[in-house]
């Protein structure tokens, strides 16, 4: 059986034949891309939500890029890696696993769950009561003891007068979850509740009251409102359904198919062999599901190989930063004067010229860490800082001072001086004054530079006349 198993397994992603119904849109780096996948593709980044949405024709050339960039991947064998497949399969499993479990699958575990509630209710069946509870701390002196007794016996009294249960539960009872109710509690089955109270509750008939019972939590009086034994099963099922989906019973099923399968083949097959078994059934036969699972694996590709050739190596190559500022400086520009440099605080007013003296030579982005080992290297936190380029209405110190606006600036407690230091710019002047912009723009020029690449080292092609069949679901 095993090897019958393994001779019919077959991968996801091999390129097969298309099936006349769904034939080849495009083929691009020499892999076919059906009528179904492009459409597919394009409906969802085309839905309702999307904001700058495409025309087919425009999709085309972003598909193909994308397409591009996961051969590169594939080329570049991502696919091999062992966090690419660890982290691929942790996804491709948690949609297989659940999948692979049928309606009939669940509706056999409920009969099973219901089945064995009902042998753990029993003969007893299940109970309603209602209760008055005064509470008795277990360590309570006699003298609280007493008085708790007093008390029980006057309002028990008074039931056996003719008082209304539920009005003297609201009234009386330290139950708050139950007194707001008349002190009725949920239908309940033994060995839910405390041994003292389950004795006493389980003989009384309905409409029958307790004496006074005591239990770990203190004194009660029960009220017995209604018996029942468990319902039967179509009353129940749909609770029992939705039960198990919220406490995910469902994968625990689809976990205990895989285990069997492995088992059946006496070796011959891992979890990974029969969970790669199982995605390929269920993709032959779900055409979502097939799309969901290339999706996620396409896209795991181009994430790895997007992050280390255009945004990891963009974020952390600083010469490359540098440069792209200096070429083209003129595109970074501020509405309005900024002020790079530190709006300071400090208790001695030495340390106003300490600080200026400390990172008057430094570069910008070390001035944190000189302040932080000159001034505040021990326990004693002598100065207080805000470093950054503060444009109008960032700092009210920057503004009183720097940008001299009539602001009102808020003395730090404990550092009744205050100061600036650094300069005035009217554009940047360096790209780490503006690293955010030029990272992003330099990625942009890192993408733009690989998909020219991609363009000349792949080829693409694509018929029109399937192209026309691509219905949108807009």
Same mark, same amino acid.
């Given at each position: 059986?095993?090897?019958?198993?393994?001779?019919?397994?077959?991968?996801?992603?091999?390129?097969?034949?298309?099936?006349?119904?769904?034939?080849?849109?495009?083929?691009?780096? @020499?892999?076919?891309?059906?009528?179904?996948?492009?459409?597919?593709?394009?409906?969802?980044?085309?839905?309702?939500?999307?904001?700058?949405?495409?025309?087919?024709?425009?999709?085309?050339?972003?598909?193909?890029?994308?397409?591009?960039?996961?051969?590169?991947?594939?080329?570049?064998?991502?696919?091999?890696?062992?966090?690419?497949?660890?982290?691929?399969?942790?996804?491709?499993?948690?949609?297989?696993?659940?999948?692979?479990?049928?309606?009939?699958?669940?509706?056999?575990?409920?009969?099973?769950? +219901?089945?064995?509630?009902?042998?753990?209710?029993?003969?007893?069946?299940?109970? =309603?009561?209602?209760?008055?509870?005064?509470?008795?701390?277990?360590?309570?002196?006699?003298?609280?003891?007493?008085?708790?007794?007093?008390?029980?016996?006057?309002?028990?009294?008074?039931?056996?007068?003719?008082?209304?249960?539920?009005?003297?539960?609201?009234?009386?009872?330290?139950?708050?979850?139950?007194?707001?109710?008349?002190?009725?509690?949920?239908?309940?089955?033994?060995?839910?509740?405390?041994?003292?109270?389950?004795?006493?509750?389980?003989?009384?008939?309905?409409?029958?009251?307790? @004496?006074?019972?005591?239990?770990? +939590?203190?004194?009660?009086?029960?009220?017995?409102?209604?018996?029942?034994?468990?319902?039967?099963?179509?009353?129940?099922?749909?609770?029992?359904?939705?039960?198990?989906?919220?406490?995910?019973?469902?994968?625990?099923?689809?976990?205990?198919?895989?285990?069997?399968?492995?088992? =059946?083949?006496?070796?011959?097959?891992?979890?990974?062999?029969?969970?790669? =078994?199982?995605?390929?059934?269920?993709?032959?036969?779900?055409?979502?599901?097939?799309?969901?699972?290339?999706?996620?694996?396409?896209?795991?590709?181009?994430?790895?190989?997007?992050?280390?050739?255009? &945004?990891?190596?963009?974020?952390?190559?600083?010469?490359?930063?540098?440069?792209?500022?200096?070429?083209?400086?003129?595109?970074?520009? &501020?509405?309005?004067?900024?002020?790079?440099?530190?709006?300071?605080?400090?208790?001695?007013?030495?340390?106003?010229?300490?600080?200026?003296?400390?990172?008057?030579?430094?570069?910008?982005?070390?001035?944190?860490?000189?302040?932080?080992?000159?001034?505040?290297?021990?326990?004693?936190?002598?100065?207080?800082?805000?470093?950054?380029?503060?444009?109008?209405?960032?700092?009210?110190?920057?503004?009183?001072?720097?940008?001299?606006?009539?602001?009102?600036?808020?003395?730090?407690?404990?550092?009744?001086?205050?100061?600036?230091?650094?300069?005035?710019?009217?554009?940047?002047?360096? +790209?780490?004054?503006?690293?955010?912009?030029?990272?992003?723009?330099?990625?942009?020029?890192?993408?733009?530079?690989?998909?020219?690449?991609?363009?000349?080292?792949?080829?693409?092609?694509?018929?029109?006349?399937?192209?026309?069949?691509?219905?949108?679901?807009?």
């Amino acid at each position: 059986m095993a090897a019958l198993l393994l001779a019919a397994h077959s991968s996801l992603f091999a390129a097969s034949a298309p099936q006349q119904d769904d034939p080849v849109v495009m083929t691009v780096a @020499g892999k076919p891309v059906t009528l179904s996948e492009f459409e597919y593709s394009y409906n969802k980044n085309n839905s309702e939500g999307v904001i700058d949405k495409k025309s087919v024709l425009e999709y085309v050339d972003l598909f193909v890029n994308y397409k591009m960039k996961v051969a590169a991947a594939l080329d570049a064998k991502y696919d091999t890696l062992t966090s690419f497949k660890q982290e691929f399969a942790q996804y491709r499993d948690q949609q297989v696993l659940p999948a692979i479990v049928t309606d009939a699958d669940m509706l056999k575990e409920a009969h099973n769950i +219901y089945d064995n509630t009902v042998q753990q209710i029993g003969p007893d069946g299940l109970i =309603q009561t209602a209760h008055i509870l005064l509470r008795l701390d277990q360590k309570a002196s006699q003298e609280e003891q007493d008085a708790a007794k007093v008390r029980i016996d006057s309002i028990y009294k008074a039931l056996k007068d003719g008082a209304d249960f539920a009005e003297l539960a609201k009234k009386v009872s330290q139950d708050p979850g139950s007194a707001r109710n008349g002190g009725l509690l949920p239908f309940v089955q033994r060995g839910q509740l405390v041994k003292e109270f389950e004795d006493a509750a389980f003989p009384l008939k309905e409409g029958e009251m307790s @004496g006074i019972v005591q239990s770990p +939590y203190g004194y009660h009086i029960i009220l017995m409102k209604a018996r029942k034994q468990m319902e039967p099963f179509e009353f129940h099922r749909e609770n029992i359904l939705k039960f198990m989906e919220q406490r995910g019973i469902r994968d625990r099923l689809g976990q205990a198919k895989v285990d069997t399968l492995v088992s =059946q083949s006496g070796g011959q097959l891992t979890q990974a062999d029969v969970m790669n =078994q199982q995605a390929d059934i269920l993709s032959a036969k779900d055409s979502d599901m097939k799309n969901l699972i290339r999706e996620y694996y396409e896209g795991l590709l181009l994430y790895e190989i997007s992050n280390k050739l255009v &945004w990891d190596k963009a974020a952390k190559d600083e010469a490359g930063q540098a440069r792209y500022f200096k070429e083209h400086k003129k595109k970074y520009t &501020w509405n309005g004067l900024r002020f790079k440099g530190i709006a300071y605080h400090v208790k001695d007013l030495a340390d106003v010229k300490g600080v200026q003296k400390c990172v008057k030579k430094l570069k910008f982005d070390q001035w944190n860490e000189a302040l932080r080992q000159t001034f505040n290297g021990d326990s004693v936190i002598r100065i207080r800082v805000e470093k950054g380029i503060f444009k109008l209405g960032d700092n009210a110190l920057v503004d009183s001072a720097i940008f001299k606006k009539d602001t009102v600036v808020t003395k730090l407690k404990d550092y009744p001086i205050d100061a600036v230091y650094g300069k005035v710019l009217k554009k940047p002047e360096d +790209y780490t004054d503006v690293r955010g912009l030029v990272v992003a723009d330099y990625q942009d020029q890192l993408e733009r530079e690989w998909v020219a690449e991609l363009r000349r080292r792949y080829t693409f092609s694509v018929d029109e006349n399937v192209l026309r069949q691509v219905k949108s679901e807009k």
